[in-house]
């Protein structure tokens, strides 16, 4: 036996060192999506700037949707474009989620919102309706809400009832599943059973603390963009109003929701607010505040994301 055994020690890496692995890792997805938030001034939109927006939102979804075990299925919806994710095995076809995607308002394709939405199908089992609602600024406020409120109306005459349909949406898309619940409710109509926000833009007068108290740790939004696609889009209208600030509404009788925001976006409040306003009107709610994490971090590949799109499963499991 040897009594001189040469010992090969492997140093596990600190934490230090894997987040900024982590870091590396991510630089290029990074990158990707500040390019997608972003605008030259808050005076004006530049055409180059959106078309250029727009066409990385779809090359993005093209490139980094987890489709492996599912269907792409689009058609028109009364000449809007749509599209069902469709899993392939085990799913529940008594439900469904209608998935409004981000992009202030601006910006956002339905290739895009394949990450999201295939994600929500995956952890789910439910089939997703994606819709590609007019964008600012050629098709100011209020074209988005009558598009979903098309396509909500699209799912009633599919025979689904309103209970059995989860809303979700991030960023400007959480801002209008907040919106077309307050249309319904208007309406004197049933609203949905569930609704999933992520970092949800739900107050356009930013009246939030985080909107300076995050502007130096957010990687991805800034007050200037938010801005320049508020004005796109509001054209001067009250932003105040419930159906631009839905924070701002009447948020009785809407249905259990569940928010996640990271700890590092200037949204941050906007998702605390919404939390603290459901609760005072008797709305269940949870709010899923993840440390050190930027907008929409679900979108990116990490074992975070991950962990808050299963917490996602978890929570319609439970409701349903």
């Known amino acids: 036996m040897d009594s001189n055994p040469i010992r090969m020690k492997l140093k596990r890496p600190s934490p230090q060192q894997r987040q900024q692995a982590e870091k590396r890792r991510l630089a290029p997805f990074m990158r990707a999506l500040k390019a997608v938030h972003s605008a030259a001034t808050p005076e004006t939109m530049n055409w180059d700037d959106l078309e250029r927006q727009r ?12 489709m492996a075990g599912m269907s792409w299925e689009p058609f028109s919806l009364d000449g809007m474009n749509a599209a069902w994710v469709r899993p392939h095995r085990g799913h529940d076809r008594r439900r469904c989620i209608l998935y409004c995607h981000g992009g202030g308002y601006t910006s956002g394709t339905l290739g895009y919102s394949r990450i999201l939405a295939s994600k929500l199908a995956h952890v789910t089992g439910y089939e997703v309706l994606c819709f590609e609602y007019r964008l ?26 309103a209970r059995d349909v989860v809303v979700a949406g991030d960023s400007a898309g959480g801002n209008l599943a907040l919106v077309l619940c307050h249309l319904l409710k208007q309406s004197a109509r049933r609203l949905p059973g569930a609704l999933i926000l992520l970092s949800p833009w739900t107050d356009m007068t930013a009246g939030g603390k985080s909107y300076q108290e995050q502007a130096d740790m ?38 259990p929701t569940l928010i996640q925001v990271g700890s590092n976006e200037i949204l941050l409040s906007d998702s605390v607010r919404l939390r ?3 609760i005072q009107a008797a709305v269940p709610c949870r709010l899923e505040v993840w440390s050190d994490m930027w ?5 990116f590949p990490t074992k975070r994301a991950v962990e808050a799109m299963e917490s996602i499963g978890r929570f319609l499991l439970q409701l349903f």
């Open 136 to 161: 600012a600024p050629e098709h100011p406020y209020p074209a988005a809400t009558q598009d979903a409120l098309r396509a909500w109306d699209h799912l009633m005459y599919q025979g689904y009832g």
């Open 55 to 66: 066409k990385g939102q779809e090359l993005l979804g093209r490139l980094v949707a987890p």
């Open 295 to 299: 907008h929409v971090f679900q979108m």
């Open 218 to 255: 957010d990687p991805i939004l800034t007050m200037n963009y938010i801005t320049a696609v508020r004005e796109a889009y509001a054209r001067g209208a009250d932003c105040s109003s419930p159906l631009l600030s839905p924070l701002l509404g009447d948020l009785s009788g809407f249905p």
């Open 276 to 278: 603290d306003r459901m």
